[in-house]
């Protein structure tokens, strides 16, 4: 008795293009992105922006509403935990 072929099951058209745009980019190392374009998007915001400037007494005052973080080692800092007032 004739054995009749196994078809192979249907690939989503997506999970094809997937496949096409992976084998295009063998053997290069950085991975194909899984949505839209990469590196066309707007600027999540003004590339012109300016950090603003504080000054020492200010960082100190900000300071004084911190504790010392006890996992940090030394290198870390916490705000200060208001209590809640009752009503």
Do not use: N, Y
């Not at 997937?18 to 590339?47: K, Q």
């Not at 911190?66 to 007032?85: D, F, H, I």
């Amino acid at each position: 008795m004739p054995t009749t072929p196994k078809r192979k099951p249907e690939v989503p058209k997506e999970d094809r293009k997937l496949d096409r745009a992976l084998e295009e980019t063998f053997p290069a190392s950085d991975a194909v992105p899984s949505h839209g374009e990469t590196g066309t998007e707007p600027l999540g915001s003004d590339p012109h922006r300016k950090a603003p400037r504080i000054t020492k007494d200010q960082v100190a005052d900000a300071a004084v509403d911190t504790v010392e973080c006890p996992q940090c080692a030394g290198t870390g800092r916490l705000a200060k935990t208001k209590p809640q007032s009752s009503p």
